[in-house]
């Protein structure tokens, strides 16, 4: 009974300080990245005045290299041998420093000639900085998505950090958009903003600014991050040997057998389609399908704050009386609605006051729905690698984990990036040319999302989780053991 008591340890969750440092990721990490990925195509295209394909092929490489060296990097961190920092932890100062630099250097590149939109060397620019900036980028979110399973060992702890780490992105996703709405409401002419325009010069000044603020933020974040993550549970692991690379890459077949984690990736794909398919739209939607000017740019805020959180606790309290992938199928659906319902914006004789309502419907719907994915998706997640640790009888729960849980996350990072990739080379496609202030091109953009929505809810229908997963009982029985 002895021996068996000193095997049992309980499991580990994220509380206090801890929490909050850790969960920090999704502000510190989000803003940064929130704001490049929203404003980059609107930057390079209507301001720095590179020609609209050519940018979404650029982030279009960048979302396929981030996505294959998700993969990659998952496969490294899973084979390191624990050190005095830990095990995922030195990646982080590893990813830090090239990420800060070249977040900083993507605002600066050289400007197009107002008659050739194709100019090499700004395309050239363009592609090196920001393909350099997502390897890094790559690195540091698979080393802090890849954490969580091993830090937090319960569905109500999971849960708990999913919330908060939900509240910060929403904190993030506003802020992201603020800083540049607050720059268009004070253009004197926000549809003409080349950079040789006086609208132009205001957006080179204070766009890279608040870029640079935000890096900066976020470099502190990570640094807090690596403050708050404890690995010493791995010293305690005295067998964990490193594994060889090629055991590593076979560990990947773990979660490419795994039904519902590739059913989970596979509405991931889709959700991500929509949810970069919205951020591109945000700005071109506002100004040439809305039309809006000076003030009424922040009607976008004013829904963007209170979508996201009313849903966001809406959704908590629907969350803690049913099912948890039923209550993410359901907040996918009503995406579905949402979008759909932007087809009446054909109609050309609708009323101004019957545009801002559909847009103020629709959009915080949207906006409500997407940004409470996280709440469902990151215990499913974390649920599932832990599912499949305990599946592995040839070792403890905590020695399967580090061998898979970086390749379950580089390999969702890889699926997850690919709809991103998709739906930037779409967008760009059709919105170049003669249809970059198209506004019949922005709306049927935008209706179409509905439609992967809808691929991305039955996919989650068919997710089932096992009952391990809400109630431990492996870990109740052990508690059991040790009363006796």
């Not at 579905?336 to 932007?342: E, G, L, P, R, T």
Request: proline share 5%; hydrophobic share 50%.
């Amino acid at each position: 009974m002895i021996n068996t008591m000193s095997t049992i340890t309980p499991p580990r969750e994220l509380h206090g300080k801890r929490l909050f440092g850790y969960s920090l990721g999704d502000l510190g990490l989000s803003l940064p990245n929130m704001f490049t990925g929203i404003f980059i195509y609107q930057y390079y295209v209507y301001t720095v005045n590179l020609n609209a394909l050519m940018v979404s092929i650029g982030v279009t490489a960048q979302l396929i290299f981030g996505a294959i060296t998700a993969i990659i990097f998952g496969v490294i961190i899973d084979n390191k041998k624990p050190g005095k920092l830990g095990k995922r932890r030195p990646f982080l100062l590893i990813g830090l420093p090239v990420w800060v630099i070249t977040t900083i250097l993507i605002w600066f590149p050289p400007l197009c000639p107002e008659d050739n939109s194709s100019y090499l060397p700004t395309a050239i620019f363009f592609w090196v900085v920001i393909l350099t900036r997502t390897i890094f980028r790559s690195l540091l979110l698979n080393v802090y998505t890849s954490m969580l399973p091993e830090q937090s060992q319960t569905l109500k702890n999971r849960e708990k950090v999913a919330s908060i780490r939900s509240a910060f992105s929403i904190i993030a996703s506003i802020f992201a958009m603020l800083a540049p709405l607050i720059v268009q409401s004070i253009l004197s002419d926000p549809k003409s903003v080349k950079w040789w325009e006086p609208s132009g010069k205001l957006i080179l000044f204070y766009i890279p600014l608040i870029g640079i603020t935000f890096i900066i933020f976020g470099l502190v974040c990570v640094i807090i991050i690596f403050f708050s993550v404890d690995e010493s549970f791995h010293n305690d692991n005295r067998s964990l040997k490193k594994t060889k690379i090629t055991d590593a890459f076979k560990n990947m077949r773990i979660p490419i057998m795994d039904k519902n984690f590739i059913k989970l990736m596979l509405a991931g794909f889709f959700i991500g389609i929509s949810g970069k398919t919205v951020g591109l739209l945000v700005i071109p939607f506002q100004t040439y399908l809305m039309g809006f000017q000076a003030s009424e740019f922040f009607i976008y805020i004013f829904i963007s704050i209170f979508g996201k959180f009313i849903w966001f606790f809406a959704w908590k309290r629907i969350m803690k009386r049913n099912n948890i992938v039923n209550s993410y199928a359901v907040c996918i659906l009503l995406a579905v609605i949402a979008a759909v319902m932007d087809v009446l914006f054909l109609i050309s004789d609708l009323s101004y006051a019957l545009n801002i309502i559909l847009y103020i419907v629709s959009w915080s719907t949207v906006l409500g729905s997407m940004y409470a994915y996280p709440l469902f998706s990151i215990p499913i997640m974390a649920s599932l690698v832990h599912e499949a640790a305990e599946n592995d009888k040839s070792s403890n729960v905590d020695e399967s984990m580090a061998k898979i849980s970086g390749s379950y996350y580089g390999l969702a990072s890889f699926v997850q990036s690919m709809g991103p990739a998709v739906a930037s080379l779409l967008v760009g496609s059709i919105l170049s040319g003669p249809n970059e202030e198209s506004a019949l091109a922005i709306t049927i953009i935008f209706v179409s999302i509905g439609f992967f929505y809808l691929i991305a809810f039955i996919f989650i229908k068919r997710i089932s989780l096992s009952k391990n997963s809400y109630y431990n009982p492996q870990f109740v029985e052990k508690e059991k053991i040790l009363l006796e």
